[in-house]
């Protein structure tokens, strides 16, 4: 199938910036969305950012105007750009793609994929 590998999480002090990246492996036919989704300890997994493979973003409230998502389609790479960083933004953060890999020659089947998450420390 289609494997996911985040990279770029680590300790920053509150007001720093870090990028994270997520690489793609596998039989890739196409990628529809892919995003950044974090989960701090004892707190449910929430959403940070999509991007479509046209472009279109979507962030939630509390990242807005600090965070940036952005993706290589030729690389099929995804980045989350993080600035201004906060304590509250201290979690693991996970990248998710879907799309289209290639069984064979004729025939493509959907993926849902996640990697295993980075750490993102930000002490204050």
């Known amino acids: 199938q289609v494997a996911l590998v985040e990279s770029g999480g680590g300790l920053v002090q509150t007001g720093g910036s870090l990028r994270l990246s997520c690489a793609t492996s596998?039989?890739?036919?196409?990628?529809?969305?892919m995003g950044w989704y974090r989960q701090a300890p004892g707190k449910q997994r929430e959403l940070v950012a999509t991007i479509t493979n046209g472009g279109i973003t979507n962030y939630a409230d509390c990242v807005k105007g600090r965070f940036t998502i952005s993706r290589d389609n030729a690389k099929n790479t995804v980045y989350l750009e993080m600035n201004s960083l906060k304590p509250e933004d201290t979690a693991v953060y996970s990248c998710?793609?879907?799309?289209?890999?290639?069984?064979?020659?004729?025939?493509?089947?959907?993926?849902?994929?996640w990697g295993q998450g980075t750490q993102v420390t930000v002490s204050s």
């Open positions: 596998g039989s890739i036919f196409s990628i529809n969305f």
């Open positions: 998710n793609a879907n799309g289209y890999y290639r069984i064979d020659k004729f025939n493509v089947a959907r993926f849902d994929s």
